[in-house]
């Protein structure tokens, strides 16, 4: 089972950020947390991942909490290409990545 | 970021006859690569994983004979699906570490059709 909970589906206006939230309150303290992504019948997309730290690169930023039980992806400037279901994933390096639902986000004009 | 392929994007075949898909990291070795399954409106479902060299290690409800998993090299993995049925129809994905890498990079899937 996967060890993550995310919202089923969340709106976005084009052109704001979009702040995607993941619990996963049982992660392990050698576990990243990973952000992948899946437009209509393609293969996921890597978006970012993090252990501890803050990270940003040039698609997301990735906000993960003190405790390390939540985290936040975002956009920060959403587009109409960026509509697709967003995965987070709590695996250790190495490890098998295990999918839950995911969010469908949509991001509308 | 790094590139996986898939081969074929497509395939349809009739029942009963086996169907190979190809998965190749084309800019790096991947020591292991993953194989998963998805069905219309449900998320990835992981299969087995494959270690070049050696074996692959089905997840439990996976049946090893009938989907052949080969990692020859490092950088191509085949999934073998022996006598398809048309239950065995769906997309099929793959994917690939770098060796000692952090991130898995996938492949664009291969939709299985099976008549």
């Known amino acids: 089972d996967a060890k993550t909970t995310q919202p089923p589906s969340m709106d976005c206006a084009e052109g704001r950020a979009a702040n995607l939230p993941c619990n996963h309150s049982t992660i392990s303290g050698n576990e990243y947390v990973y952000w992948y992504r899946q437009i209509h019948s393609q293969g996921p997309q890597y978006i970012i991942h993090g252990l501890k730290n803050n990270e940003t690169n040039e698609m997301a930023s990735l906000i993960i909490t003190e405790d390390r039980k939540s985290s936040t992806l975002i956009l920060p400037h959403a587009t109409l290409r960026d509509t697709a279901v967003y995965y987070c994933i709590v695996s250790s390096q190495g490890g098998k990545l295990i999918f839950g639902q995911g969010t469908e986000l949509s991001v509308k004009p | 970021g790094a590139v996986v392929s898939q081969h074929p994007s497509r395939v349809i075949c009739k029942s009963g006859t086996s169907v190979k898909i190809e998965c190749r990291s084309l800019?790096?070795?991947?020591?292991?690569m993953f194989w998963y399954r998805q069905f219309p409106k449900q998320s990835l479902m992981l299969m087995a994983t494959?270690?070049?060299?050696?074996?692959?290690?089905?997840e439990q409800g996976v049946e090893k004979d009938k989907f052949l998993i080969n990692h020859a090299s490092l950088t191509l993995s085949t999934l073998t699906v022996t006598s398809a049925h048309p239950e065995d129809s769906s997309f099929y994905i793959c994917?690939?570490?770098?060796?000692?890498?952090?991130?898995?990079?996938f492949g664009q899937g291969t939709r299985l059709t099976v008549v």
């Open positions: 994917s690939a570490e770098r060796d000692r890498g952090v991130e898995a990079f």
């Open positions: 494959s270690n070049e060299g050696s074996k692959a290690t089905y």
């Open positions: 800019d790096f070795q991947a020591t292991t």
